[in-house]
């Protein structure tokens, strides 16, 4: 009941931001219109029709992020894996099942995913959505043995960083992570032609040395950011 209840608030606020934004460009170019019913009889087009293709937007660009997503790893030749995500009932929740499963009507991926905390919800009611801090993975470590899942991720509430947990409930070191992909990169960029030493490797701050080693060891550039 409490997820039928977020998603019909959302339903209306995107409503309300859909008409604002109509409104306002309608003026913009000089047409009159206080309301959406001004706006399709001048369009000629049904106010059902107008928010059903409005709305759809969302739903386009969540599908274009998860394709563009999946076009970084080649999965097709990997075994079934288990996967226990806790989205920290953050962004992850929305775009976990479109990614890693079939939410945005892209093929099945060789992965079974477990959902941890998928609703919602800006009050975080199970645990703070910082992968970084030891407490909130603890769930997640528990859901990965107790389900003898393959590995564990963790995100926080926007869904741009992920912490990840090995198949014995362990954290694994960001550091080697980041270390891991740079290699894919650097790899597929090679492949693809590019002048190795013309590859740059970003990283924060708080990466091990190791990671700009690596980098340097494999002929590219690493670049420090915040």
Known sequence: MRTEGLRERKKLDTRRRIEGAALELFEQNGFE?????????AVDIA???FFHYYSTKEDVVLADYAAFLRSLVDLSGNRRL???VDAGNGMGGHTVPAVLETGAGLAQLPLEVIPLYFELDGTFPNHEANPLEPENLRD???AVVEQGADIGLAFDGDADRCFVVDERGEPVSPSAITALVAAREIARAVAGGDDVSQVRIVHNVITSLAVPEIVTELGAVPVRTR
């Open 47 to 49: 106010p059902r029709t």
């Open 82 to 84: 288990r996967v226990v």
């Open 140 to 142: 997640l470590q528990r």
């Open 33 to 41: 219109a206080t309301t959406i019913d001004d706006i399709t009889a």
